[in-house]
């Protein structure tokens, strides 16, 4: 089922034996007046609570329950002591993986995916597509006079446009749409069962909104105005690669460059 989500405080049994960094015992759950009890009762009498420690902070708590009273004895309390202390390794070790795993797929600026995570998945999308038949498109999002911005105005202003770029482009996307710094100034997104046509679409309003909301700063000069070229390719019924469908991408994404910027272009897959 659904977890049940707890307020951050010590109005609960977990939160409370966080809080005071100690484990509690308890024989007789409906002579207990400690706090309100927050956690589902399903009949539980008896229950062992002990937080979790790794590398010197409390990283969460772990409880058993029992639908009898006085379930749990002193070795009982001291086997489950133990298991806490096995627990909070392996959940602190699950937690850096996690954290290092992230990290290396995510580009740092924008936290976005990186180059490297987005060939990954583009690959697992356009071999889905092959599989299933079904559609999906490639937008290329590049932003015009990027040079300009960093020349003008310095770095941290063009770091600021970039982060800028990427929050408008994923609050326009679909939540099943991938988007990636592709590199420099530009982006990746990668939208399955998509049309070309659906791409173009959403390429449009992704070039729209950037165009619409301007960037604003707490130094001069306050509020910048951006604009990106866009180039779209999709891949239907025609046997392609991932390759294939960067190709098409940018050789769009180059045509909206040559006829004027600030506008959207496709390109067949060939």
């Not at 392996?90 to 490297?116: I, P």
């Not at 098409?248 to 045509?255: G, K, N």
Request: hydrophobic letters at 40%; one cysteine or more; aromatic letters at 6%.
């Amino acid at each position: 089922r659904e977890p049940e989500r707890l307020p951050d405080d010590a109005s609960h049994l977990l939160g409370w034996v966080m809080a005071r960094e100690r484990p509690l015992w308890r024989n007789d759950l409906a002579s207990e007046m400690r706090f309100a009890e927050s956690l589902p009762a399903a009949g539980m009498r008896s229950d062992m609570t002990i937080p979790l420690r790794a590398r010197r902070r409390i990283i969460g708590a772990f409880r058993v329950a029992c639908r009898r009273r006085h379930a749990f004895d002193a070795e009982a309390f001291e086997t489950f002591q133990r298991c806490a202390d096995l627990t909070a390794v392996a959940v602190e070790t699950q937690r850096l993986l996690t954290t290092t795993r992230r990290l290396s797929e995510t580009d740092g600026l924008t936290g976005l995916c990186n180059h490297r995570r987005f060939q990954e998945l583009l690959e697992q999308e356009v071999e889905r597509a092959a599989r299933t038949r079904s559609d999906v498109a490639l937008l290329m999002i590049d932003i015009d006079d990027f040079k300009r911005i960093n020349d003008t105005y310095g770095h941290p202003v063009g770091d600021e446009a970039l982060r800028h770029v990427a929050l408008l482009a994923t609050r326009t996307l679909r939540r099943s749409d991938v988007i990636a710094r592709y590199g420099g100034e530009e982006f990746a997104a990668v939208l399955p069962e998509a049309t070309l046509e659906e791409g173009a679409r959403a390429a449009e309003s992704i070039r729209s909104e950037i165009e619409t909301t301007p960037l604003r700063l707490p130094v001069p000069p306050h509020s910048l105005s951006l604009r990106a070229s866009l180039g779209v390719a999709a891949l239907g019924a025609y046997p392609a690669t991932p390759a294939d469908l960067v190709a098409a991408a940018d050789r769009a994404l180059y045509q909206a460059k040559r006829t004027g910027k600030n506008r959207v272009c496709r390109a067949a897959v060939s």
